[in-house]
């Protein structure tokens, strides 16, 4: 079986992976969804028992379904496994309350409630189909979101009257199931909009009270926006899909947040929503919510403590950035102590830093770069640590740190805990640590249990071993010390030149460059195929500094394709056999407008590019997203006019060598990047004279699940040989 084929019947080597790790907050039990084998896509819920080192199963989707019905999500949960880039099947997403003695997750358009103790596992009846379903700290009462008009079959079978779209419900622990906020006319209750999900990594709208008694939940008013109509020419019977849609420059959703009582009391939250529109993340823990908001340009932000009596919020610290502001993942949060952690940047005094403060005090070395804050580790002293990702002086690995929260005599504590190169992640509860390890030495990831000092297990990875064992050589190449790589076919002699393939993605906050077997795998298949596979983080890209990612700010496609083109260049210094003659460029998504761009404007070094799903013209893309790096469209038209693939594609070709052929992908279902960016980007080239083809995937989204990526492979090779 060659590759492409073995990547799509194993979903890139996923199914049969643990993922979706949750540890109790007593450390004795892990929870955790895994398939049956490596072919398998159908995700169960399992629990590692921390005390045996042994695994049980919970929950089996094949058996709970065992009446003929089927797992297929309706429009509101696929969203929100589209915001998640979520391709699984059975229990893709699941809920426990902060002990794991209880799980709650949707299968088939029904609610299951697990007993993680016991290991019963029951139907809860609801008034429609659930979205993101939530028991509370407790474990008594579940809260689910419902967002269909036809009604869900409950258990037992018996009908059930309509539920309003938007609604947030609660159900107790005799089972009455009762309505907690809904309304009609575009409003929505629990769930988070568009851009909150898409680019701000915010994927629920309520959140419990930790006594179980009141939710904090978001309203959110769409009736402003305009509404795009989706629409798959290849099933002609099926009505178009209004989206509302945040275009660039337009209306964003209205959001606000609201204290609701079980016993019916409402209390409003209060700040300058006006001013401070986006709701970027909500903490609510012993010591009361906090919640982060930013102006709509995202230069300036609020961490608020909110006051649950009353709705007040208090200002606890200020986020401010010329260029935008980049929240931490997992801050703010309050400490021990009562002070609130927020994660900031050290720009002066000469750092060049992404760092974690406390009240003012900085608590992490200008050297580590924090990427995100996982929890707290227990000390002998009392006082727990934080554990934090990061890098530190190598972006493409990532490891564990464990950071005193108190600063003593001896200064800033940060001490690494991973010692292998490589990319690692992790879980904590109580005193138990889930670390996820990926190497390049690895074919797989490694899920290690780890109780205080001592590793008592591993989850098991029953995902299949790829076909290649791919060594990138990993470099930093021109004065800016660009990460780099480049894979050469297996068997590649010395001194035989190959036809480049620049396979990016290029866009703010992701790398490719990383020290993790999987990343490299297609590009193998790639170099195989007679070519040499070369991937660069230009700046823009996380992991260096805060001045390697931001220099990009209105000025994404000059600073970002010069990168590239420099990286190009400076490569062929150390592998002489790269052929700068014959360069092809491909990417995806913002990838794939990077790749365009490259052969439109730097004609004499790209002979051709394949664009999936490209954005063509960053006015059409979401608000969030655009106007963080370009700005307003009506304040700096030239700004988007600059970065228009269409302005390009309109220029006159002066001569025939600058006429690069492109070959363009985009699923017909995208409801991220709509497939209305790549027709209006074919309709401009075809005016100009311009070659190009285009291949439409019906039914597919922005990822072009079901194994259509790796079939589009063959396709693609054809046309980078023909090209080239």
């Not at 930790?210 to 904090?216: E, H």
């Not at 945040?246 to 964003?252: D, I, T, V």
Request: with cysteine; glycine share 10%.
């Amino acid at each position: 079986m060659d590759y492409p084929e073995l990547a799509a019947r194993t979903r890139r080597f996923t199914c049969g992976a643990p993922r979706s790790v949750t540890v109790a907050n007593d450390g004795s039990r892990v929870v955790f969804l895994r398939s049956a084998g490596p072919t398998d896509p159908v995700d169960a819920l399992w629990l590692f028992d921390v005390a045996s080192g042994t695994e049980r199963l919970v929950a089996d989707p094949a058996v709970l379904l065992d009446d003929g019905g089927d797992d297929e999500p309706h429009p509101t949960e696929r969203a929100l496994r589209e915001r998640r880039r979520l391709t699984a099947a059975g229990i893709v997403s699941y809920a426990t309350d902060p002990a794991a003695r209880v799980a709650v997750f949707p299968l088939g358009g029904r609610l299951f409630r697990a007993d993680l103790i016991h290991g019963d596992v029951v139907e809860v009846a609801v008034a429609a189909p659930p979205v993101d379903p939530r028991p509370d700290p407790t474990g008594e009462r579940l809260a689910y979101v419902t967002d269909v008009t036809e009604p869900a079959r409950p258990a037992g079978g018996r009908n059930a009257p309509d539920a309003r779209p938007g609604q947030l419900r609660v159900i107790g622990p005799d089972g009455t199931d009762t309505l907690l906020a809904g309304e009609e006319n575009g409003v929505t209750w629990g769930l988070a909009e568009f851009v909150a999900a898409e680019e701000f990594g915010r994927f629920r709208g309520y959140w419990w009270a930790p006594d179980g008694r009141s939710i904090l939940a978001a309203r959110v008013d769409e009736s402003r926006l305009p509404r795009w109509y989706l629409h798959d020419p290849g099933d002609p019977a099926d009505p178009p899909r209004a989206v509302a849609y945040p275009r660039a420059g337009g209306p964003n959703a209205e959001v606000s947040l609201h204290l609701l009582d079980l016993d019916g009391g409402w209390v409003d939250v209060h700040w300058d929503r006006e001013t401070y529109p986006y709701l970027i993340s909500v903490e609510w823990a012993e010591t009361g919510p906090l919640i982060t908001v930013l102006r709509r340009l995202q230069q300036h932000g609020l961490v608020l403590a909110v006051d649950p009596r009353t709705g007040e919020t208090q200002v606890h610290a200020e986020l401010a950035d010329p260029r935008w502001v980049d929240p931490v993942a997992g801050t703010p949060r309050h400490l021990p102590d009562g002070r609130v952690l927020v994660g900031g940047e050290l720009a002066h005094d000469g750092y060049d830093a992404r760092c974690l403060f406390a009240d003012g005090t900085l608590l992490t070395p200008p050297s580590l770069y924090v990427r995100r804050v996982v929890g707290w580790l227990p000390t002998r002293n009392g006082s727990p640590d934080l554990l934090v990702e990061g890098s530190s002086g190598e972006p493409s690995q990532q490891h564990l740190f464990r950071v005193r929260t108190t600063i003593g005599a001896g200064g800033i504590d940060a001490r690494r805990m991973t010692a292998d190169p490589g990319w690692h992640s992790a879980v904590v509860g109580g005193d138990v640590l889930v670390v996820h390890s990926r190497s390049l030495d690895e074919p797989g990831g490694i899920w290690a249990v780890w109780q205080g000092d001592r590793e008592v297990g591993r989850l098991r990875n029953l995902a299949a071993t790829p076909p290649y064992a791919p060594r990138p050589a990993l470099e930093r190449v021109t004065d800016r010390r660009l990460p780099a790589a480049v894979v050469y076919p297996t068997n590649h002699v010395a001194g035989r030149r190959l036809p480049v393939l620049l396979d990016v993605y290029g866009g703010p906050g992701h790398q490719e460059v990383v020290a993790t077997r999987s990343a490299w795998l297609e590009r193998q298949w790639w170099a195989d195929a007679g070519f040499a596979v070369v991937t660069v983080d230009n700046r823009g890209t996380p992991g260096v500094a805060p001045s390697f990612e931001k220099v990009v700010h209105r000025r994404l496609a000059d600073v970002i394709l010069a990168d590239q083109a420099d990286a190009l260049t400076a490569l062929t210094g150390k592998h002489p056999d790269l052929d700068l003659n014959r360069v092809a460029v491909r990417g995806w998504s913002f990838g794939g407008w990077l790749a365009a761009l490259a052969v439109l404007c730097r004609p004499d070094l790209f002979r051709c590019a394949i664009a999936g799903a490209p954005v063509t013209d960053w006015s059409l893309y979401d608000t969030a997203y655009a106007e963080r790096y370009l700005g307003m469209p009506a304040e700096s038209p030239e700004v988007y006019a600059h970065h228009s693939l269409l302005e390009l594609a309109a220029e006159p070709v002066r001569h025939h060598a600058e006429a690069r052929p492109i070959l363009l992908v985009h699923g017909l279902a995208d409801d991220n990047v709509v497939a209305a960016h790549t027709l209006r980007l074919s309709a401009a080239l075809l005016a100009a004279g311009r070659p190009h083809s285009v291949i439409p995937l019906t039914g597919a989204t922005h990822m072009a699940t079901g194994g259509t990526a790796e079939r589009l492979l063959a396709l693609e090779l054809d046309f980078l040989r023909q090209h080239l």
